[in-house]
């Protein structure tokens, strides 16, 4: 289960945060791309293994650049062709979809 490895740097990561920053962590929110190979599930039980706060996640939509028409599309699965110009998926540019990363820190004034 690499999700516990994940949660373990993302902890490391929030707390070099708090300890430059201060304040009682109430949560964190993190970002994942579809395409990463993270089970958002696995990796909020990971977490809760390694941390005294909860996780949130959110899975981010996939987003393309059709390179026949320039139009961007945000899409849950990988699609077959441009919905705007009916391009072959082929002339599609994948802008995102691997990402993992912190996107909010909830912090609890001390």
């Known amino acids: 289960m690499h ?9 490391k990561s929030v707390e ?7 304040g009682k962590i109430v949560s964190v929110t993190v970002e994942i ?5 993270v089970d958002p599930e ?3 039980y990971a977490f809760g293994m390694v941390a005294p706060y909860p996780v949130k996640t959110i ?4 987003r393309f650049r059709c390179g026949g028409c320039g139009k961007e599309t945000e ?4 699609p077959e062709c441009c919905p705007a ?3 072959d998926a082929m002339r599609l540019r ?17």
Do not use: K, Q
């Open 3 to 11: 999700e516990l490895s994940l949660a373990e740097a993302l902890y």
């Open 16 to 22: 070099d945060w708090r300890s430059a920053n201060g």
């Open 33 to 37: 791309g579809r395409l990463g190979g």
């Open 42 to 44: 696995a990796l909020e």
């Open 59 to 62: 899975l981010l939509p996939l």
């Open 75 to 78: 899409t849950d699965r990988l």
């Open 85 to 87: 110009c009916g391009a």
């Open 94 to 110: 994948r802008l995102n979809g691997r990402e993992l990363s912190i996107r909010e820190i909830e912090v609890e004034d001390v």
